[in-house]
Nanobody
Framework: QLQLVQSGGGLVQSGGSLRLSCAPSGFTLDHYTINWFRQAPGKQREGLACFSGSDGATEYAEHVKGRLTISRDNVKNTVYLEMVSVKPDDSANYSC?????????????????????WGQGAQVTVSS
């Protein structure tokens, strides 16, 4: 079954760091762009960062830039999202998606089917 498998998340202390991983099952990342999104209850979906599997290009949302690093482990065929200096406002459900689009920003909207695969999501809660 072709899917994205996420790991990471959970409870993180304010000021700490977190790392999320996104690994495709049944396909490689070479022809996809991996996006990381997050959404908190009552808030719009944010596009945080994306990584191009074809050329390694990255892009970050301005409002979180400087605290995020998106990277790929070619051996493990996995994309990671690392965030430092986390704060309670970073609490949200984090998801990765694979497709041909890179969407970053504080509020991203896209049509259903814009991405080919989604991870199962991971809740991140930052304690104050």
């Amino acid at each position: 079954q072709l899917q994205l498998v996420q790991s990471g998340g959970g409870l993180v202390q304010s000021g700490g760091s977190l790392r999320l991983s996104c690994a495709p099952s049944g396909f490689t990342l070479d022809h996809y762009t991996i996006n990381w999104f997050r959404q908190a209850p009552g808030k719009q979906r944010e596009g945080l960062a994306c990584f191009s599997g074809s050329d390694g290009a990255t892009e970050y949302a301005e409002h979180v830039k400087g605290r995020l690093t998106i990277s790929r482990d070619n051996v493990k065929n996995t994309v990671y999202l690392e965030m430092v200096s986390v704060k309670p406002d970073d609490s949200a459900n984090y998801s990765c998606a694979a497709g041909q689009l890179c969407l970053v920003g504080q509020a991203v909207i896209f049509t259903p089917g814009a991405y080919d695969y989604w991870g199962q999501g991971a809740q991140v809660t930052v304690s104050s």
